[in-house]
Nanobody
């Protein structure tokens, strides 16, 4: 089992930046994918970005590509999401996710979520 704790959410103006962090603890595997999903009110939870622990391969949703960057520190079991040029449509609860899954898929390990609000 992997425990995930997100931090770094907050309120920013459109065009601003935030950096989300996800701290993982417990059992991890080199084959794990870690990443971020988000859910806005009234909408389905959607994939945002992910990275492979071992190889560092990344994947991004089309809506965030070029603006968001995912990275990780395997030794510290940390994953980060640098979010730039934020838009109001980025407003959502962001969830850290991990599991032995392919990029873009959700594993069974979830964090509690951190709120990101982008004002216009």
């Amino acid at each position: 089992q992997v425990q995930l704790v997100e931090s770094g959410g907050g309120l920013v103006q459109a065009g601003g930046s935030l950096r989300l962090s996800c701290a993982a603890s417990g059992r991890t595997f080199s084959t794990y994918t870690v990443g971020w999903f988000r859910q806005a009110p009234g909408k389905e939870r959607e994939f945002v970005a992910a990275i492979r622990w071992s190889g560092g391969n990344t994947a991004y949703a089309d809506s965030v590509k070029g603006r968001f960057t995912i990275s990780r520190d395997n030794a510290k079991n940390m994953v980060y999401l640098q979010m730039n040029i934020l838009k109001p449509e980025d407003t959502a609860v962001y969830y850290c996710n991990a599991g032995p899954v392919t990029l873009g898929r959700a594993g069974y390990n979830w964090g509690q979520g951190t709120q990101v609000t982008v004002s216009s």
